[in-house]
């Protein structure tokens, strides 16, 4: 069994700063990719963020330079640290790993950012 648990997502001004966590446990190995996705309501899923074990890293232009994925290995741990959140920035952010052969999910976190 493999969990993906995501936390510290939340509510919080435009121009403000959130810092999301991600972890994976359980019977998983060789993670390759992990990264964030998010969906706003009436959207689709789109990618954020991305990061591979070799420590590349792939970004949605609309949070370049504004947003920062990183990783611990050794934890199976991948954070993305969110700065000058927009209000267009608001949806549910999911965790996003990819072992051997198989996409794992979190649950989602909400992350809601007012004007």
């Known amino acids: 069994q493999v969990q993906v648990v995501e936390s510290g997502g939340g509510l919080v001004q435009a121009g403000g700063s959130l810092r999301l966590s991600c972890v994976a446990s359980?019977?998983?190995?060789?993670?390759?990719?992990m990264g964030w996705y998010r969906q706003a309501p009436g959207k689709q899923r789109e990618m954020v963020a991305t990061?591979?074990?070799?420590?590349?890293?792939n970004y949605a232009d609309s949070v370049k330079g504004r947003f920062t994925i990183s990783r611990d290995n050794a934890k199976n741990t991948v954070y993305l640290q969110m700065n000058s959140l927009k209000p267009e920035d608001t949806a549910v952010y999911y965790c996003?790993?990819?072992?051997?052969?198989?996409?794992?999910w979190g649950q989602g976190t909400q992350v809601t950012v007012s004007s």
């Open positions: 359980g019977n998983i190995f060789r993670i390759t990719v």
């Open positions: 996003y790993t990819f072992a051997t052969v198989t996409d794992y």
């Open positions: 990061t591979t074990s070799g420590g590349s890293t």
